[in-house]
C-alpha cells in the first residue's frame, strides 16, 4: 500500500476502535481517495458500492444467449439525470457498516464497444479507464421449480453450459472479477465450479425458493416491490463472493452489502 493507503486504513481502525464515524470516514478518504472508479471497482469492491451508484447496462431484461467470456472490456459512464431515473433518483447508500451515505456519483455500467452509442444518446462522459473482467450473461430457464435442488441440464436451463463461468477458467485468465447485468427478479447461483445468471420463467421469487439458499443470490435477497440489485463476484480466497447493492424506488435508497456463495 502507498503512504496514504497505510495511513488511511490505520486511521479507519482507530475510528472504529474508538466509535468515530468522523475517523472512519477521513480514513477512508485518504485510503481509496486516489483510486478512480474502475480500480476502486477492481481493488475495494465493498467500497465502491458505499460510494458509488451504480446501475448494469450489459444486457436488456429480456435478452438471453449470450456468450460467457472470461475476458470482455467494460467501462464505468456517469449518469447526468437524463440517461435515467433510475438509479439517478436513489438519494443514500445505506452500508452493511451501517452507515449512510450519499453516492459520490451515478454510474452506469457498460460494454466498452457500446460507449459511442451511450455517449451519443446521453452524452454521458466516461468515469476513469476501460478495464477488464469476465461476463456473465443471463440464461432462461424453462420452469420455476427444481425440485431437489439446481441440476443443470439443458431442459431445465436452455443452453447453459454456454453461460457459466467457472472459477478454474478465470483462475487460467488470471481473472477474479465477473460482471453481470442488472437483476430484476433473476438469481445468481453457484453450481460447484460454475456460477450463472439465471432468469425466471414467471416468478423470481418462486425460483429462488426452490433453488439452494447458500448459493444463491437472488429475488428473496431484494424482495421489495419493484426492486432491482446490481451485483459483482469476485473470486477471494478460494471463494465466490457477491458484492451487491439493492436499488428500492419505493423509498429512494440503496442497500450495500456482500455475501459468499
Not at 72 to 101: C, E, K, W, Y
Not at 240 to 259: A, E, I, L, W
Amino acid at each position: 500500500m502507498s503512504m496514504w493507503e497505510t495511513l488511511g486504513w490505520a486511521m479507519k481502525r482507530v475510528g472504529k476502535a474508538t466509535g468515530s464515524q468522523k475517523l472512519i470516514e477521513k480514513g477512508r478518504q485518504w485510503q481509496y481517495g486516489h483510486l478512480s472508479p474502475e480500480q476502486l471497482m477492481r481493488q475495494h469492491p465493498s467500497a465502491f458500492l458505499r460510494t458509488y451508484a451504480v446501475q448494469s447496462h450489459l444486457e436488456a431484461p429480456d435478452r438471453v444467449g449470450a456468450l460467457a467470456n472470461t475476458q470482455r472490456t467494460f467501462q464505468l459512464r456517469h449518469d447526468l439525470g437524463n440517461a435515467t431515473a433510475f438509479p439517478h433518483s436513489m438519494t443514500h447508500i445505506h452500508g452493511n457498516d451501517g452507515v449512510t451515505r450519499t453516492p459520490k456519483a451515478h454510474l452506469h455500467l457498460i460494454f466498452d464497444t457500446d460507449a459511442a452509442a451511450h455517449h451519443g444518446a446521453h452524452q454521458s462522459p466516461q468515469a476513469g479507464a476501460n478495464f477488464q473482467a469476465a461476463f456473465l450473461p443471463m440464461r432462461q430457464v424453462a420452469h420455476d421449480k427444481f425440485g431437489g435442488g439446481l441440476r443443470l441440464t439443458d431442459q431445465q436451463i436452455p443452453q447453459w453450459q454456454t453461460g457459466t463461468i467457472s472459477r478454474s477458467a478465470l483462475h487460467r485468465q488470471h481473472e477474479d472479477l465477473t460482471l453481470t447485468t442488472q437483476l430484476s427478479g433473476c438469481t445468481i447461483a453457484k453450481r460447484r465450479d460454475n456460477m450463472l445468471h439465471l432468469r425466471p420463467a414467471e416468478d423470481g421469487a418462486t425460483m429462488h425458493g426452490t433453488l439452494p439458499r447458500a448459493s444463491t443470490f437472488g429475488r428473496l435477497d431484494y424482495p421489495g416491490q419493484g426492486d432491482q440489485a446490481f451485483v459483482m463476484m469476485k473470486q477471494k480466497n478460494g471463494r465466490t463472493r457477491v458484492y451487491f447493492q439493492r436499488h428500492d424506488p419505493n423509498t429512494g435508497h440503496m442497500h450495500s452489502g456482500k455475501k459468499d456463495l
